[in-house]
C-alpha cells in the first residue's frame, strides 16, 4: 500500500510571498497532521485535521492555516512568509484514534530567500 | 504541559557494540510514547510505541524500549548496532485522542566500522 505522500518535495520562495504544501495520506486514513522540523526549534505540530476538520492546533500565528478535503487529502497554508518559515514539513496520516500508528512523509523541503 | 528530554545530542558507537538512547518526559497522566528514526532527507519512521501494559516493547530492526513510570523515562536499546542504524532518533510523547505529539531534541548516532 503506497504511504504518505508529498508535494513538492522542494520549495524556493521570497519572503512575503504564500505558499501552499499538499499531503495525501495513506488509503483509509482520516487523520492528517502537519510538522515543522527546523534545527533551532527541532519539530512542532502545527495541526490535526480528521473529516475535514481541524482537531488540534499548535502554537503557530495565523499565517499557518490548513485544510481537509473529503478524500482526506490535506493541503497547508503560508501567507506572508517569512525566512523563519525555512523548515521541513512533514506530513503524518493515520487511521483515527490516537493509539493507531502514525506514518509520516518524506516532507518538503521549504526554502524562503 | 508535556515535554520531552533527549540529553544526548550525538552519540558515536562502535558497529557491533551495544546502544541505548535515553529519553525523559514530562506529562501527568498515563503517556503515549514513541521512538521515531530519520535518516538524512527523510520522513519518520516509527522505531515502536508504548501505550500500556508490557513495560518493555519491541519494536522493529532489533530495537526494544523500557518504559520506567518511576524514572520517568523511555530508553532505547540495542544490542548490537549496525553501520544502518546511523540516523537521527527521536523520542515523542502523546496522549489520547490527540495527535499534539511532542518531540525530543533528537539523539544522532554515528556508527563507527
Not at chain 2, 26 to 33: D, I, K
Not at chain 2, 62 to 84: I, M, T
Request: proline letters at 4%; a positive charge.
Amino acid at each position: 500500500k503506497a504511504g504518505v505522500t508529498q508535494t513538492p518535495r522542494y520549495l524556493i520562495k521570497t519572503r512575503g510571498q504564500q505558499v501552499t504544501l499538499s499531503c495525501s495520506p495513506i488509503s483509509g486514513h482520516r487523520s492528517v497532521s502537519w510538522y515543522q522540523q527546523t534545527p533551532g526549534q527541532g519539530l512542532q505540530f502545527l495541526f490535526e485535521y480528521f473529516s475535514e476538520t481541524q482537531r488540534n492546533k499548535g502554537n503557530f500565528p495565523g499565517r499557518f492555516s490548513g485544510r481537509q478535503f473529503s478524500n482526506s487529502r490535506s493541503e497547508m497554508n503560508v501567507s506572508t512568509l517569512e525566512l523563519g518559515d525555512s523548515a521541513l514539513y512533514l506530513c503524518a496520516s493515520r487511521k483515527t484514534g490516537s493509539t493507531d500508528t502514525q506514518y509520516f512523509g518524506p516532507g518538503t523541503r521549504l526554502t524562503v530567500l | 504541559a508535556q515535554s520531552v528530554t533527549q540529553p544526548d545530542i550525538h552519540i558515536t558507537v562502535s558497529e557491533g557494540a551495544s546502544l541505548e538512547l535515553r529519553c525523559n518526559y514530562s506529562y501527568g497522566a498515563t503517556p503515549y510514547l514513541f521512538w521515531y528514526v530519520q535518516s538524512p532527507g527523510q520522513g519518520l519512521q516509527l522505531l515502536l510505541k508504548y501505550f500500556s501494559g508490557d513495560t518493555l516493547v519491541q519494536g522493529i530492526k532489533g530495537f526494544e524500549a523500557e518504559f520506567k513510570r518511576s524514572q520517568s523515562s523511555f530508553n532505547l536499546r540495542k544490542p548490537s548496532v549496525h553501520w544502518s542504524d546511523a540516523a537521527e532518533y527521536f523520542c515523542a510523547v502523546g496522549r489520547y485522542n490527540n495527535n499534539d505529539m511532542r518531540f525530543g531534541a533528537g539523539t544522532r548516532l554515528t556508527v563507527k566500522p
